[in-house]
Protein backbone atom coordinates (compact mmCIF):
# COMPACT_ATOMS: atom_id res chain seq x y z
CA UNK A 1 0.00 0.00 0.00
CA UNK A 2 0.98 3.07 -1.00
CA UNK A 3 2.39 5.93 1.99
CA UNK A 4 0.80 9.36 1.41
CA UNK A 5 3.56 11.39 3.64
CA UNK A 6 2.20 14.30 3.33
CA UNK A 7 -1.03 13.45 4.06
CA UNK A 8 0.04 12.11 7.91
CA UNK A 9 1.92 15.78 8.05
CA UNK A 10 -1.39 17.41 6.61
CA UNK A 11 -3.68 15.85 9.65
CA UNK A 12 -0.73 17.39 12.02
CA UNK A 13 -0.95 20.73 10.89
CA UNK A 14 -4.77 20.32 10.68
CA UNK A 15 -4.91 18.75 14.71
CA UNK A 16 -2.58 21.78 15.36
CA UNK A 17 -5.00 24.11 13.93
CA UNK A 18 -7.83 22.53 15.82
CA UNK A 19 -5.69 23.16 19.25
CA UNK A 20 -5.00 26.94 18.29
CA UNK A 21 -8.84 27.23 17.33
CA UNK A 22 -10.15 25.69 20.77
CA UNK A 23 -7.63 27.60 22.72
CA UNK A 24 -8.28 31.18 21.12
CA UNK A 25 -11.87 30.15 21.88
CA UNK A 26 -11.49 31.10 25.54
CA UNK A 27 -11.37 34.75 24.34
CA UNK A 28 -13.34 34.73 20.69
CA UNK A 29 -16.60 33.12 22.76
CA UNK A 30 -16.14 34.87 25.79
CA UNK A 31 -18.93 37.81 26.46
CA UNK A 32 -18.03 40.66 24.87
CA UNK A 33 -17.44 42.81 27.83
CA UNK A 34 -14.83 39.92 29.12
CA UNK A 35 -12.43 41.01 26.87
CA UNK A 36 -12.59 44.29 24.92
CA UNK A 37 -9.00 45.16 23.07
CA UNK A 38 -7.67 45.13 19.68
CA UNK A 39 -7.09 41.25 19.51
CA UNK A 40 -11.01 40.59 20.73
CA UNK A 41 -11.65 42.86 17.82
CA UNK A 42 -9.64 40.90 15.33
CA UNK A 43 -11.35 37.59 16.13
CA UNK A 44 -14.26 39.15 15.29
CA UNK A 45 -13.76 39.05 11.50
CA UNK A 46 -13.18 35.20 12.06
CA UNK A 47 -10.33 34.08 10.23
CA UNK A 48 -9.82 30.66 9.17
CA UNK A 49 -6.53 29.72 11.24
CA UNK A 50 -8.50 30.25 13.99
CA UNK A 51 -11.16 28.47 13.31
CA UNK A 52 -11.46 24.79 14.68
CA UNK A 53 -14.27 23.62 12.28
CA UNK A 54 -12.04 24.45 9.14
CA UNK A 55 -9.30 22.49 10.67
CA UNK A 56 -11.59 19.69 12.23
CA UNK A 57 -12.71 19.47 8.20
CA UNK A 58 -9.17 18.70 6.60
CA UNK A 59 -8.30 16.35 9.04
CA UNK A 60 -10.81 14.06 8.23
CA UNK A 61 -10.84 14.71 4.76
CA UNK A 62 -7.21 13.72 5.07
CA UNK A 63 -8.22 10.50 7.13
CA UNK A 64 -11.00 9.45 4.22
CA UNK A 65 -8.08 10.12 2.31
CA UNK A 66 -5.72 7.36 3.80
CA UNK A 67 -8.46 4.97 4.74
CA UNK A 68 -9.24 4.69 0.88
CA UNK A 69 -5.43 3.15 0.36
CA UNK A 70 -7.49 -0.26 2.33
CA UNK A 71 -8.18 -2.70 -0.78
CA UNK A 72 -10.46 -5.30 0.86
CA UNK A 73 -11.75 -8.20 -1.22
CA UNK A 74 -13.64 -10.80 1.35
CA UNK A 75 -16.12 -10.20 3.97
CA UNK A 76 -14.22 -11.99 6.25
CA UNK A 77 -11.38 -9.38 5.89
CA UNK A 78 -14.21 -6.73 6.26
CA UNK A 79 -14.98 -7.91 9.54
CA UNK A 80 -10.90 -7.79 10.49
CA UNK A 81 -10.56 -4.09 9.30
CA UNK A 82 -13.45 -3.10 11.39
CA UNK A 83 -12.30 -4.83 14.23
CA UNK A 84 -8.40 -3.63 13.91
CA UNK A 85 -9.83 -0.40 13.18
CA UNK A 86 -11.89 -0.40 16.27
CA UNK A 87 -8.70 -1.41 18.48
CA UNK A 88 -6.64 1.54 16.38
CA UNK A 89 -8.80 4.40 17.79
CA UNK A 90 -10.24 3.03 21.21
CA UNK A 91 -6.63 1.95 22.44
CA UNK A 92 -5.16 5.53 22.27
CA UNK A 93 -8.86 6.47 23.50
CA UNK A 94 -8.53 4.51 26.59
CA UNK A 95 -4.93 5.39 27.72
CA UNK A 96 -5.40 9.18 27.06
CA UNK A 97 -8.75 9.01 28.95
CA UNK A 98 -6.51 7.76 31.79
CA UNK A 99 -4.76 10.60 31.43
CA UNK A 100 -7.23 12.97 31.79
CA UNK A 101 -8.46 10.57 34.95
CA UNK A 102 -4.87 11.20 36.30
CA UNK A 103 -5.02 14.92 35.59
CA UNK A 104 -8.42 15.29 37.57
CA UNK A 105 -7.26 13.59 40.57
CA UNK A 106 -4.18 15.49 40.79
CA UNK A 107 -4.33 18.89 38.98
CA UNK A 108 -8.31 19.15 38.82
CA UNK A 109 -10.43 21.04 36.69
CA UNK A 110 -10.68 24.80 37.76
CA UNK A 111 -12.30 26.12 34.37
CA UNK A 112 -15.69 26.72 36.08
CA UNK A 113 -14.12 28.85 38.48
CA UNK A 114 -12.77 31.27 36.16
CA UNK A 115 -16.43 32.52 35.87
CA UNK A 116 -15.22 34.87 38.27
CA UNK A 117 -13.26 36.34 36.08
CA UNK A 118 -15.04 36.17 32.41
CA UNK A 119 -17.63 34.76 30.79
CA UNK A 120 -17.60 31.93 28.66
CA UNK A 121 -20.09 29.20 29.19
CA UNK A 122 -18.17 26.87 26.22
CA UNK A 123 -15.09 26.98 28.62
CA UNK A 124 -16.44 27.07 31.85
CA UNK A 125 -18.98 24.45 31.56
CA UNK A 126 -16.06 22.01 29.27
CA UNK A 127 -15.71 19.42 32.63
CA UNK A 128 -18.53 18.77 35.06
CA UNK A 129 -17.43 14.94 36.16
CA UNK A 130 -20.15 13.39 38.06
CA UNK A 131 -19.59 9.42 39.16
CA UNK A 132 -17.00 6.93 39.16
CA UNK A 133 -14.75 8.92 36.61
CA UNK A 134 -11.96 5.72 36.83
CA UNK A 135 -14.43 4.16 35.54
CA UNK A 136 -15.83 5.85 32.79
CA UNK A 137 -12.42 6.57 31.18
CA UNK A 138 -11.36 2.67 31.49
CA UNK A 139 -14.74 1.90 29.54
CA UNK A 140 -14.11 5.11 26.63
CA UNK A 141 -13.66 2.88 24.07
CA UNK A 142 -16.81 1.73 24.01
CA UNK A 143 -18.77 5.05 25.25
CA UNK A 144 -17.43 6.96 23.31
CA UNK A 145 -16.38 5.14 19.67
CA UNK A 146 -20.10 3.00 20.36
CA UNK A 147 -22.22 5.63 21.96
CA UNK A 148 -20.74 9.12 21.03
CA UNK A 149 -20.19 9.91 24.70
CA UNK A 150 -17.61 12.35 25.66
CA UNK A 151 -17.64 13.87 28.85
CA UNK A 152 -14.29 12.75 29.76
CA UNK A 153 -12.95 14.60 27.13
CA UNK A 154 -14.96 16.90 24.89
CA UNK A 155 -13.11 16.92 21.60
CA UNK A 156 -13.90 13.23 21.16
CA UNK A 157 -17.57 13.96 20.47
CA UNK A 158 -16.22 12.94 16.83
CA UNK A 159 -14.45 9.85 17.33
CA UNK A 160 -17.99 8.31 16.63
CA UNK A 161 -18.87 9.20 13.89
CA UNK A 162 -15.46 8.55 12.35
CA UNK A 163 -15.28 5.16 13.89
CA UNK A 164 -18.97 5.04 11.55
CA UNK A 165 -17.19 6.62 8.69
CA UNK A 166 -14.23 4.11 8.27
CA UNK A 167 -16.70 1.41 8.37
CA UNK A 168 -18.43 2.99 5.38
CA UNK A 169 -15.42 3.16 3.83
CA UNK A 170 -14.59 -0.53 4.25
CA UNK A 171 -17.51 -1.62 3.00
CA UNK A 172 -17.35 0.65 0.13
CA UNK A 173 -14.43 -0.99 -0.50
CA UNK A 174 -15.30 -4.34 -0.23
CA UNK A 175 -18.69 -3.91 -2.49
CA UNK A 176 -16.95 -2.18 -5.30
CA UNK A 177 -14.15 -5.42 -5.54
CA UNK A 178 -17.44 -7.39 -5.23
CA UNK A 179 -19.12 -5.38 -8.48
CA UNK A 180 -16.27 -5.11 -10.28
CA UNK A 181 -16.25 -8.91 -10.81
CA UNK A 182 -19.19 -9.07 -12.23
CA UNK A 183 -18.11 -9.34 -16.02
CA UNK A 184 -21.97 -7.84 -17.19
CA UNK A 185 -22.91 -4.75 -16.31
CA UNK A 186 -20.10 -4.04 -13.50
CA UNK A 187 -19.29 -0.31 -14.80
CA UNK A 188 -22.97 0.79 -14.44
CA UNK A 189 -23.59 -1.48 -11.01
CA UNK A 190 -20.03 0.46 -10.24
CA UNK A 191 -21.44 3.93 -10.46
CA UNK A 192 -25.29 3.48 -9.11
CA UNK A 193 -23.73 2.52 -6.37
CA UNK A 194 -21.39 5.28 -5.71
CA UNK A 195 -23.98 7.15 -6.62
CA UNK A 196 -25.84 6.27 -3.82
CA UNK A 197 -23.41 5.82 -1.48
CA UNK A 198 -22.49 9.36 -1.92
CA UNK A 199 -26.03 10.83 -1.54
CA UNK A 200 -26.17 8.69 1.58
CA UNK A 201 -22.89 10.19 3.02
CA UNK A 202 -24.20 13.87 2.08
CA UNK A 203 -26.80 13.85 4.29
CA UNK A 204 -24.88 12.11 7.35
CA UNK A 205 -23.57 14.45 9.81
CA UNK A 206 -20.52 16.06 8.81
CA UNK A 207 -17.85 14.02 10.07
CA UNK A 208 -18.90 11.53 8.42
CA UNK A 209 -19.78 13.82 4.73
CA UNK A 210 -16.41 14.97 5.25
CA UNK A 211 -14.21 11.58 6.10
CA UNK A 212 -16.20 9.82 3.00
CA UNK A 213 -15.04 12.80 0.66
CA UNK A 214 -11.64 11.99 1.27
CA UNK A 215 -12.05 8.94 0.06
CA UNK A 216 -13.47 9.67 -3.04
CA UNK A 217 -10.58 12.10 -3.94
CA UNK A 218 -8.36 9.50 -3.35
CA UNK A 219 -10.40 7.12 -5.64
CA UNK A 220 -11.41 9.22 -8.33
CA UNK A 221 -9.97 12.68 -8.03
CA UNK A 222 -6.23 11.53 -7.71
CA UNK A 223 -5.81 9.52 -10.59
CA UNK A 224 -7.58 11.93 -12.93
CA UNK A 225 -4.31 14.28 -11.61
CA UNK A 226 -2.19 11.72 -12.42
CA UNK A 227 -3.09 10.98 -15.67
CA UNK A 228 -2.76 14.45 -16.20
CA UNK A 229 0.90 14.30 -14.89
CA UNK A 230 -0.07 17.14 -12.41
CA UNK A 231 2.99 17.52 -9.49
CA UNK A 232 2.90 20.07 -7.06
CA UNK A 233 5.69 19.91 -4.87
CA UNK A 234 5.33 22.56 -2.45
CA UNK A 235 1.32 22.97 -2.60
CA UNK A 236 0.63 21.96 1.33
CA UNK A 237 3.27 25.08 1.89
CA UNK A 238 1.06 27.54 -0.84
CA UNK A 239 -2.52 26.16 0.28
CA UNK A 240 -1.61 26.40 4.50
CA UNK A 241 -0.31 29.75 3.43
CA UNK A 242 -3.72 30.98 1.17
CA UNK A 243 -5.56 29.42 4.21
CA UNK A 244 -3.49 31.89 6.65
CA UNK A 245 -3.97 34.52 4.25
CA UNK A 246 -7.77 33.75 5.15
CA UNK A 247 -9.49 34.82 1.31
CA UNK A 248 -11.89 37.26 2.16
CA UNK A 249 -14.48 34.93 0.53
CA UNK A 250 -14.00 32.56 2.82
CA UNK A 251 -14.62 35.27 6.35
CA UNK A 252 -18.15 34.22 6.72
CA UNK A 253 -18.54 31.43 9.15
CA UNK A 254 -20.98 28.87 7.34
CA UNK A 255 -18.46 28.81 4.26
CA UNK A 256 -15.48 27.05 6.26
CA UNK A 257 -16.63 23.77 5.35
CA UNK A 258 -16.61 24.81 1.79
CA UNK A 259 -13.10 26.28 2.11
CA UNK A 260 -11.76 23.05 3.75
CA UNK A 261 -13.33 20.85 1.43
CA UNK A 262 -11.88 23.31 -1.66
CA UNK A 263 -8.60 23.63 0.04
CA UNK A 264 -8.50 19.61 0.90
CA UNK A 265 -9.58 19.15 -2.70
CA UNK A 266 -6.44 21.26 -3.76
CA UNK A 267 -4.35 19.50 -2.04
CA UNK A 268 -4.83 16.14 -1.49
CA UNK A 269 -5.45 16.07 -5.15
CA UNK A 270 -1.80 16.53 -6.25
CA UNK A 271 0.20 15.16 -3.82
CA UNK A 272 2.99 12.97 -5.20
CA UNK A 273 4.56 11.26 -1.74
CA UNK A 274 7.24 13.67 -2.06
CA UNK A 275 8.47 13.82 1.37
CA UNK A 276 11.16 11.13 3.21
CA UNK A 277 9.66 8.71 5.30
CA UNK A 278 12.80 9.36 7.45
CA UNK A 279 11.76 12.97 7.53
CA UNK A 280 11.29 14.87 10.77
CA UNK A 281 7.76 16.73 9.68
CA UNK A 282 6.37 13.32 10.02
CA UNK A 283 6.50 14.01 13.76
CA UNK A 284 3.59 16.18 13.14
CA UNK A 285 1.07 13.50 12.27
CA UNK A 286 2.04 10.82 14.25
CA UNK A 287 1.73 13.44 17.38
CA UNK A 288 -1.73 14.25 15.86
CA UNK A 289 -3.94 12.12 17.94
CA UNK A 290 -1.79 13.14 21.04
CA UNK A 291 -2.19 16.84 20.33
CA UNK A 292 -6.15 16.68 19.70
CA UNK A 293 -6.93 13.96 23.23
CA UNK A 294 -4.34 15.92 25.66
CA UNK A 295 -4.75 19.90 24.69
CA UNK A 296 -8.39 20.35 25.56
CA UNK A 297 -8.12 18.69 29.57
CA UNK A 298 -4.50 20.83 29.51
CA UNK A 299 -6.11 24.06 29.22
CA UNK A 300 -8.89 23.14 31.49
CA UNK A 301 -6.75 22.15 34.48
CA UNK A 302 -3.21 23.92 33.73
CA UNK A 303 -4.92 26.93 31.49
CA UNK A 304 -7.33 27.58 34.44
CA UNK A 305 -4.76 27.23 37.25
CA UNK A 306 -2.54 29.90 35.11
CA UNK A 307 -5.85 32.04 35.14
CA UNK A 308 -6.66 31.77 38.24
CA UNK A 309 -3.12 32.44 39.89
CA UNK A 310 -1.89 35.42 37.85
CA UNK A 311 -3.61 37.90 39.86
CA UNK A 312 -1.41 41.25 39.27
CA UNK A 313 -1.88 40.74 35.65
CA UNK A 314 -5.07 41.65 33.38
CA UNK A 315 -7.53 38.73 32.88
CA UNK A 316 -6.80 39.39 28.97
CA UNK A 317 -3.08 38.18 29.58
CA UNK A 318 -3.48 35.55 31.82
CA UNK A 319 -5.70 33.86 29.27
CA UNK A 320 -2.90 34.66 26.76
CA UNK A 321 -0.25 32.91 29.28
CA UNK A 322 -2.69 29.90 29.50
CA UNK A 323 -2.53 29.78 26.00
CA UNK A 324 1.00 30.05 25.23
CA UNK A 325 2.07 27.41 28.35
CA UNK A 326 -0.86 24.52 27.47
CA UNK A 327 0.13 25.02 23.27
CA UNK A 328 3.84 24.35 24.57
CA UNK A 329 2.88 21.35 27.06
CA UNK A 330 0.23 20.19 24.26
CA UNK A 331 2.71 19.25 21.84
CA UNK A 332 5.48 18.39 24.89
CA UNK A 333 2.36 15.75 25.86
CA UNK A 334 1.83 14.53 22.62
CA UNK A 335 5.26 13.43 21.67
CA UNK A 336 5.15 11.76 25.40
CA UNK A 337 1.65 10.09 24.02
CA UNK A 338 3.27 8.92 20.97
CA UNK A 339 6.48 6.94 22.17
CA UNK A 340 4.73 5.89 24.64
CA UNK A 341 1.33 4.99 24.88
CA UNK A 342 0.59 5.00 21.31
CA UNK A 343 3.77 2.68 20.82
CA UNK A 344 1.87 0.33 22.85
CA UNK A 345 -1.33 0.85 20.95
CA UNK A 346 0.54 -0.19 17.70
CA UNK A 347 2.08 -3.27 18.78
CA UNK A 348 -1.15 -4.96 20.58
CA UNK A 349 -3.04 -4.29 17.14
CA UNK A 350 0.21 -5.60 15.11
CA UNK A 351 0.04 -8.50 17.24
CA UNK A 352 -4.21 -8.55 17.26
CA UNK A 353 -3.99 -8.50 12.88
CA UNK A 354 -0.91 -11.12 13.52
CA UNK A 355 -3.46 -13.01 15.76
CA UNK A 356 -6.74 -12.60 13.01
CA UNK A 357 -4.75 -13.15 9.62
CA UNK A 358 -3.57 -16.43 10.55
CA UNK A 359 -7.27 -17.84 11.48
Known sequence: M?????????????????????????????????????????LEKDYIIFNEAFWLYLFFIASGFLLAQTNIEKSAEL???????????????LFSSLIVWSIYITIGFKNGETATLFTNAWYQNAYQLKGNVLLSALGSPVTVLLMGMS????????????????????????????????????????WLFNI????????????????????????????????????????????????????AVFQATHQYSYAAV????IILASIDCTINPKSKMLCLGNISFGIYALHWPLICAVGAQIILHLSEYTIF????????????????????????FEKISLNIVNKMKVYLYRT
Request: aromatic fraction near 12%; glycine fraction near 4%; include cysteine.
Open 79 to 93: IKKIVLRFARLGLPV
Open 196 to 247: IYLCVALRSNKIVKYTVMGELISLYVLPVYATLKIKMKYLNVIVVTIALADL
Open 262 to 265: FFAL
Open 2 to 42: KKYHNITVLKGIACIGVMIGHFVGIIKYADKNSFHNWFCLF
Open 151 to 190: SLNSPFWVLRNMFIASIGIYAHRYILNVLKKKDKYSAVAV
Open 317 to 340: NRVLAAIAVCTVLSVIAAVLFHIT
